[in-house]
């Protein structure tokens, strides 16, 4: 029996979308096609509709033209859960993730307790397991309880399921210890992830450093703040020949940089938010608290430059940041709120508007989502080839719709995005050839 795409499918792993425009972003095709499904992985991939005849029970999903493409990574997502719960918990951030079209979420290890512990890594996807209807993956801690003193037991992590090493929010201060944490990783052949912020040049700061700050009368954190780390990073990376990734950049500054470091041939990637694609300083408006993030917001020759960086390749992934905070945090003056924004339900929509605005190409947006971050990580999904898990999502790209706080599935309602008009949302969501997600 066909389905449509409020259809709800429950369990299985065969079946057939038709009438889709397939994007394959690892290989930049864009064709009319279909994509088949068995036993929860990717079995064709092209024209199928010979396939559709004597397929009994097996699920018809008619795409009526819109995107096909293999389901979001987000490779930066905080949860509340272990210790938080009343923020996030994996149950709601995947709700959250499926209804954005993010089939594999990738936590960091800013919980209580930090995920520096092989136990807690497999409590972590034990946990995942059991609640979560996405792909849920750990990085774990860097340095123990996230105190940037002494490096983790990196070789033990990795081999019980981290895929990457990172503090998070926080930095890396003493170079001695990133020196050294660079040379084990290298040892085992694993990523180590920066947040990029000297914590004294931003310890005053809440926003950017700009005459905006200026006039609405807060400290600003000055790019440096930024550059200076990322510059030291990668003089340690070429000591020590280690994979880095910089978790996110902000500014025109530290694109020059990254482009100097991959100009070397070092082994460097780096990553920016939504946030920082769609949004500008001049956005916090009347001291917005939801637009309290970190990096800070910068000014438009900034948001600009992240989107050049994008197109030419410079920067390799996108991501949602997402990091819910309750209101309890966030309902205060700009000053004193937390930093903060929930995004996996409006990341695929926000990024969408490049495309509209013909600043980049479905394809290439897309890659920085998908199969950028899954060549990164080493994961099977993030591609539409046959053999890889069948992770896929179908989304209208010029669907208009209205973001409203009590609509979002996240437990915490923090969206700099609250009554923005988007344009494009995601219809369907399978993860390993099971339906979580249908737009009802």
């Known amino acids: 029996m066909a389905a449509t795409m409020t259809g709800r499918r429950r369990g299985g792993g065969d079946a057939i979308f038709i009438n889709a425009r397939v994007v ?46 293999p389901g979001l990574i987000d490779m930066r997502v905080f949860t509340g859960e272990p210790g938080n719960e009343h923020r996030e918990t994996l149950a709601t951030a995947s709700e959250a993730a499926a209804a954005g079209g993010v089939t594999t979420v990738v936590c960091m290890p800013n919980t209580d307790p930090v995920i520096d512990d092989v136990a807690l890594v497999d409590f972590l996807e034990r946990r995942a397991r059991d609640t979560a209807k996405v792909n849920v993956h750990p990085m774990a801690a860097l340095t123990k309880g996230l ?43 694993a990523i180590v992830v920066q947040h990029l912020e000297d914590p004294h040049l931003s310890a005053a700061g809440v926003m950017n450093e700009s ?48 482009r100097r470091a991959k100009d070397k041939d070092l082994p460097v990637t780096c990553g920016v938010s939504v946030n920082h694609l769609s949004l500008n300083e001049n956005d916090i408006g009347p001291y917005r608290t939801f637009f ?6 910068r000014g438009e020759d900034d948001r600009r430059a992240m989107v050049e960086g994008l197109v030419d390749g410079s920067i390799d992934v996108i991501v949602s940041g997402h990091d819910p905070q309750d209101v309890e945090t966030k309902r205060h003056p700009f000053a004193d709120a937390a930093y903060g924004a929930v995004g996996l339900e409006t990341l695929l929509s926000a990024c969408l508007n490049l495309v509209h605005n013909e600043e980049i190409s479905l394809p290439s947006l897309l890659a920085a989502m998908t199969s950028h971050p899954a060549g ?13 898990p069948a992770d896929l999502i179908v989304f209208d790209e010029g669907m208009p719709w209205v973001l409203e706080l009590e609509n979002l599935k996240s437990k915490s309602k923090n969206t700099p995005f609250e009554a923005r008009r988007m344009q494009g949302r995601v219809l369907h969501t399978m993860v390993t050839g099971r339906t979580v997600y249908t737009l009802n």
């Open 24 to 69: 394959n972003p690892e290989t930049g095709t864009d064709a009319i096609g279909g994509v088949a499904v068995e036993d929860g992985h990717i079995s064709a991939v092209g024209e199928i509709s010979g396939m559709i005849r004597g397929a009994e029970g097996v699920e018809v999903i008619d795409c009526k033209g819109h995107v096909l493409c």
């Open 147 to 189: 105190k940037g003193h002494e490096m983790t037991e990196i070789g033990l992590l990795k081999e019980a399921g981290a895929l990457a090493f990172t503090d998070g929010d926080r930095s890396v201060v003493d170079s001695q210890v990133l020196r050294r944490a660079l040379s084990y990783a290298n040892d085992f052949g």
């Open 211 to 258: 005459e905006v700050a200026t006039r609405l009368g807060l400290p600003g954190i000055p790019t440096a703040a930024e550059t200076i780390v990322l510059e030291r990073d990668i003089r340690l990376v070429e000591l020590t020949g280690a994979q880095y990734h910089a978790s996110q950049i902000s500014c025109r500054d530290s694109l020059d940089v990254i």
């Open 292 to 297: 309290k993030v970190s990096p800070p917001l």
């Open 376 to 388: 990164l990580l080493g994961l099977e999904s993030g591609r539409m080839t046959v053999g890889a």
